[in-house]
Structure formats: C-alpha cells, structure tokens
C-alpha cells in the first residue's frame, strides 16, 4: 500500500523512495558497539577528537546497531551491474559510484537504524524499514497511520513508552539485543516534533554561548532549511545553518552535555508484576540523566577540557581516573570514546544535530 513520506513535509522538499530491506542481512553484520572512536587528526598535541574513519572503524559503522545497508540487486546500487555485454563488444557505461562519507559528521549522517514495527491490533502485519540515526520516530506516523488505517501517536519497545530523542540515541539507550530493532506502535501522547526539535536545539545554543542569539536570529528561511535538513537526513543542507549556530562571535563558554546514567526501577506493585523474560531486563530503558555547565577548557582556561576529566570531576565515583575506564564507559553513537577526546572537538564533530552531545554510561 503507498503511504505519504514524512521526510517531506515541506514542498521544496524531493521525494524518496524507500528500497526493500533484508532482514536477514542486519542480523548477520558484526556489532560496532565494541570498536572504539580513532582519531582521524593525527596524534600528539592538539590531536582531534577520536573518532576516525580508519576501514575497521568505518565497517564496524556499517553493522550491529545502524550501518547502512550493503549493496544489492535492485535497490539502486551500480555495484551488480555488468561492464560488457556478453553477447557482443559492446561496452556497457556504469554509472559513477555513489560518493563515500569523508569526514566524521557525514559518517554519523550516513548511518541506518533498521526497524520492525507492528501495531497492537496488527501483531502479524509488520511495517520494516530503515531510518537514519539522527531521525525520529514521529516522523514515520504519518506512513504507519496509513499502512495500518488506524490512528499511530506512540512507539514501545518491550512495553516501555519510548520518548522523542532521535532514534540512534534510543537504541544506545535501551540496546536491543537483535536488529532489526522490534517495536510497537500505538495510541498515546502526540508531541510535535518540530517543537521538540527546536526548543531542544535553542537550549543548547544558549548553553553554548550564554544566550539564544545565535539561533534566534536566524530568518524563518534558515530555521525552515534547518528543520527540513534533518527531515530529509540531508547533511549538506544541515551544515550550512549549524556552522553559523556553532561559530559565535564570542568564545564558547560550555559544551551541551547530557549523561544517561542506568538506574533500578521503582519495584512493581504485585499486579503489575510479570515473569522475567528469557535474556531479558528487569532494568531495560531505566536511566536518570545529568545536564549541568561543561566548560570546554580546564580549570586553568589555557587547555582544552577532556572527555575523562569532565567525567571524573561529575561523577568521580564512577570515574575515579580521567584517563582510563575503570568501573564505567560512555557510548556515544554505539561505540565508546576515548577518554582523550576534547570536549569542544567532540560537540563539533559529534553532536546530535539538536547541538547536544549524549552519553550513555555503561557500567563495566
């Protein structure tokens, strides 16, 4: 059955079409959970972030929790296509191929999350697809809605309400221990998006540099291109509005930082209690989450501040050392980081494109 796509909501905006997805293919990809972030800038003082795009890092983002997809017969790929007819001489043209991601950000853009959703009333009618990393959810109501002709306002996972964060940092949160990540959509609380998109994008600006003036200055045409950029996961677009956004005037005074931080849930009432699931968590999806003033340079003002010294001076007892992991890591777009990493050149490379950086302790 057609369905709308909610990538365009805007008419300026090219449609897409959604190629088939394999399940099986997803299943079988290595994780990327465990491969560390590399530098891509070099070693020594002033190194950049570590994020790199070394071949094992760039594989490792092509399996488990979100690479895009391999390339396969009949979905637009050029790698299957013959260069001479074997009947005849005669050279067939390919066409060029599709152009690789060159740097951090374009990589983290590029990345695909594939998904199997059934609603309640249609548990043997699954909708499968794949979005990318840095969408959400409420983006694919209007498809569902009509692919299942019934009003769709919510998403679960496991019987927890899932909420509006971009949906690479729900599968960091709840990690789904297969993929495609099996979800259920229903009835519920309706946000809008843009709202929740924007409201989240003016707070970091104001985090970034003491007010909103940056972002509240831009024209509706800039705030309009912003919002359609991430609609339509178009990195391009997306670069030309934030650059303004993350080059003030002004030095910048913190970095947006939010820290996912697992937590028991309060214990059910008798009867709500259920038996443990085979592999399961009592504890899947249960996290706290400390925001607070990062500055991006130490206490001394003349060096850059460290991912491992931020986190040692917030939570020393789960960080007791600024250099190495001991009782806990972060994950930051399912892999983690290196303690090294400055803060400023993480947010710049790294950041959701609401502007916040988000990380996911996970204990050791």
């Not at 009333?121 to 694919?140: D, E, G, M, Q, W």
Request: hydrophobic share 30%; aromatic share 8%; with cysteine.
């Amino acid at each position: 059955m057609a369905s709308p796509n909610p990538y365009s909501y805007s008419p300026q905006l090219p449609q897409r079409e959604e190629s088939p997805y394999q399940e099986d293919q997803y299943q079988s990809s290595p994780s990327f959970r465990s491969t560390p972030f590399r530098s891509s800038r070099g070693t020594g003082a002033g190194a950049g972030i570590g994020l790199g795009l070394s071949s094992g890092f760039i594989s490792s983002l092509r399996g488990g929790a979100g690479g895009p997809a391999e390339p396969r017969s009949g979905d637009g790929s050029h790698d299957d296509l013959p260069q001479r007819s074997s009947s005849s001489s005669t050279v067939i043209p390919s066409l060029p191929p599709k152009p690789k991601p060159t740097s951090i950000p374009e990589t983290l853009w590029s990345l695909q999350i594939p998904l199997h959703i059934t609603h309640q009333s249609h548990p043997k009618t699954p909708y499968i697809c794949s979005v990318p990393r840095f969408s959400y959810l409420a983006l694919l109501l209007p498809r569902l809605t009509a692919y299942y002709g019934t009003p769709c306002s919510s998403f679960h996972h496991e019987e927890v309400h899932l909420r509006n964060f971009a949906v690479g940092l729900l599968v960091d949160l709840y990690q789904p221990s297969e993929l495609p990540w099996r979800l259920t959509v229903a009835d519920g609380m309706e946000w809008d998006i843009c709202d929740t998109f924007m409201n989240s994008a003016k707070e970091a600006d104001f985090i970034r540099n003491g007010n909103a003036k940056r972002i509240m200055g831009l024209s509706k045409e800039h705030t309009t291109a912003l919002w359609n950029a991430v609609q339509d996961n178009d990195y391009q677009a997306f670069t030309k509005v934030n650059t303004h956004l993350l080059n003030a005037p002004i030095a910048l005074k913190n970095v947006p930082i939010r820290i996912y931080i697992p937590s028991s849930p309060p214990p059910p009432s008798p009867d709500q209690q259920q038996p443990q699931r085979p592999g399961g968590s009592s504890s899947s999806g249960s996290y706290r989450v400390m925001q607070t003033l990062v500055p991006p340079r130490g206490s001394n003002n003349r060096t850059p501040q460290t991912l491992g010294q931020a986190l040692k001076s917030l939570l020393p007892a789960l960080f007791p050392s600024s250099r190495d992991p001991v009782l806990a890591n972060v994950i930051l777009h399912g892999a983690p980081v290196p303690f090294s990493a400055p803060l400023e050149e993480l947010m710049r490379d790294a950041a959701y494109p609401d502007g916040w950086l988000c990380l996911i302790v996970v204990l050791l």
